[in-house]
C-alpha cells in the first residue's frame, strides 16, 4: 500500500516540476568518419624591381614563404602571376631555397614582359603534390 502512494506521488512530483527523462539513443552503429584536411598555406611573398649593375637592368626578385601542413617537402610548385587590370601579363616559377622560402629573380628587358614604374598585381600560387593549392595576392607600384 505504502509502494502504490509513494510511486504515484513520486509521478506526480516529477509531472509538477516539469522534469523530463529522455534516453539518448545513438542514431548509427556505423563509426564516425573524421576526413582531415592538408593545404598549402602561402604566409607571406614579396615582389620587387631593383636595378642591378652586373646586367645593366632592372632584375625582379619574387620572394614567398610557403608551408604545408604535412611540412614544406610537401609544396611542389609556386608561381607567381602578374595582372595588369584584367589582362595576365607574365608568369613565373619560383624554386626551393631554404627552409619554407621560395624565390626567382628575371632580367627585365630579356626575361620579362614586365617594366619597372608600372602598377601591377602579383597573385602567388602555391601548389602541393595532391593538387591542393593557396593563394596569395599583392599589388604594388613599382
Known amino acids: 500500500m ?3 502512494y509513494i510511486v504515484s ?18 542514431r548509427s552503429t556505423k563509426p564516425v568518419i573524421v576526413v582531415e584536411h592538408y593545404y598549402p598555406i602561402l604566409h ?12 645593366y637592368d632592372y632584375v625582379w626578385e619574387f620572394d614567398a614563404w610557403v608551408d604545408h601542413s604535412y611540412g614544406p617537402r610537401e ?4 608561381w607567381v602571376d ?22 626567382s629573380d628575371w632580367i627585365e628587358w630579356s626575361e620579362t614582359n614586365l617594366y619597372c614604374g608600372d602598377y601591377y598585381e ?11 593549392e593557396d593563394y596569395l595576392l599583392i599589388t604594388s607600384f613599382h
Open 2 to 4: 505504502y509502494i502504490k
Open 9 to 26: 506521488s513520486l509521478i506526480l512530483l516529477l509531472t509538477l516540476a516539469g522534469c523530463d527523462i529522455i534516453v539518448d539513443v545513438p
Open 44 to 55: 607571406d611573398a614579396n615582389a620587387l624591381c631593383r636595378w642591378d649593375n652586373f646586367y
Open 75 to 78: 609544396i611542389a610548385e609556386v
Open 82 to 103: 602578374v595582372w595588369q587590370g584584367p589582362r595576365l601579363v607574365d608568369s613565373f616559377p619560383l624554386y626551393p631555397d631554404i627552409g619554407n622560402h621560395w624565390d
Open 122 to 132: 602579383f597573385e602567388f600560387v602555391a601548389y602541393d603534390w595532391h593538387g591542393a
